[in-house]
């Protein structure tokens, strides 16, 4: 069964930085492109990040570019997004999507605040 | 950036009657040299991530229903639920991934008349 659970959300002040993680089982996470898609409370999806299954190709939203850094281990099946400079804009559900082609697996997410 | 652009933002249709959710992107999605629509539809339910239904802008994820149907091509495209059930009250999405940044529509709310 192909799994994606998302880690280390939390509580932040403006400012502050915080690595989100993403454990993935059930598929060959090597071979896959990986994304990740935010959701603020009430409101729509939007992408942050795409990472090639070998992290050569990477594209980052204008909304984050430059705060924000997608990398993935292979050899522990995990991706990753380390988020600098946090902003009150970037509350939000954090998700992690497996694909490029068909976006099919999507992790339950986890809940980043950021508030003063 | 391509812009998404759904219609209706919400819609209520009956019990076994049909729901059309219109997804229309700022320029074309299709690429010419294989005709594949970079286009996906998404069912959202509360407190839960999105659901992949249609990718392709056609062709069905394992498992969804067949009263899901995804068709369009180029610029303007739809998602049809057949036959309304209960379940399927939910937010819809629709989103390219045919250039980065990858977009995403606003949403459609679909709730039972």
């Known amino acids: 069964e192909v799994q994606l659970v998302e880690s280390g959300g939390g509580l932040i002040q403006p400012g502050g930085s915080l690595r989100l993680s993403c454990a993935a089982s059930?598929?060959?996470?090597?071979?896959?492109?990986m994304n990740w898609v935010r959701q603020a409370p009430g409101k729509g999806l939007e992408w942050i990040s795409y990472?090639?299954?070998?992290?050569?190709?990477?594209y980052y939203a204008d909304s984050v570019k430059g705060r924000f850094t997608i990398s993935r281990d292979n050899g522990k099946n995990s991706l990753y997004l380390q988020m600098n400079s946090l902003r009150d804009e970037d509350t939000a559900v954090y998700y992690c999507?497996?694909?490029?082609?068909?976006?099919?697996?999507w992790g339950q997410g986890t809940l980043v605040t950021v508030s003063s | 950036d391509i812009v998404m652009t759904q219609s209706p933002d919400s819609l209520a249709v009956s019990l076994g009657e049909r729901a059309t959710i219109k997804c229309k992107s700022s320029?074309?999605?299709?690429?010419?040299?294989?005709?594949?629509?970079?286009l996906g539809w998404y069912q959202q339910k509360p407190g839960q991530p999105p659901k992949l239904l249609i990718y392709?802008?056609?062709t069905r994820e394992s498992g969804v229903p067949d009263r899901f149907s995804g068709s369009g091509s180029g610029t303007d495209f739809t998602l049809t639920i057949s036959s309304l059930q209960a379940e399927d009250v939910a937010v819809y999405y629709c989103?390219?991934?045919?250039?980065?940044?990858?977009?995403f529509g606003q949403g459609t709310k679909l709730e039972i008349k």
């Open positions: 989103q390219q991934y045919y250039s980065t940044p990858y977009t």
């Open positions: 320029q074309s999605v299709l690429y010419s040299s294989n005709n594949n629509n970079y």
């Open positions: 999507v497996r694909g490029s082609n068909s976006w099919d697996y």
């Open positions: 059930g598929f060959s996470f090597s071979t896959y492109i």
């Open positions: 990472i090639s299954s070998s992290s050569t190709t990477i």
């Open positions: 392709w802008a056609s």
